[in-house]
């Protein structure tokens, strides 16, 4: 498996609690509930940059 980077991320107390809350309920780490947040976000924006390229194509 590949390393992964380690970083800081500053939360506010609020936005922590939140982030625990959806975590517990879908049954993951707040560590892996943001990755997992993360990712989903990378694809969209990929599939939107690809949209953006094609259309251009014409």
């Known amino acids: 498996m590949a390393q992964k980077k380690t ?3 500053r ?3 609020e936005m ?3 982030l625990e809350r959806w975590s517990a309920q879908e049954f993951r780490s707040v ?3 943001i990755e997992f947040v993360l990712n ?3 694809k969209e924006q990929k ?3 690809k949209k953006k390229e094609g259309a251009g194509e014409e």
Do not use: R
């Open 47 to 49: 599939t939107k940059l």
């Open 16 to 18: 922590f609690t939140e």
């Open 40 to 42: 989903k976000a990378l």
């Open 31 to 33: 560590n892996g509930q």
């Open 11 to 13: 939360l506010s107390p």
């Open 7 to 9: 970083f800081v991320l």
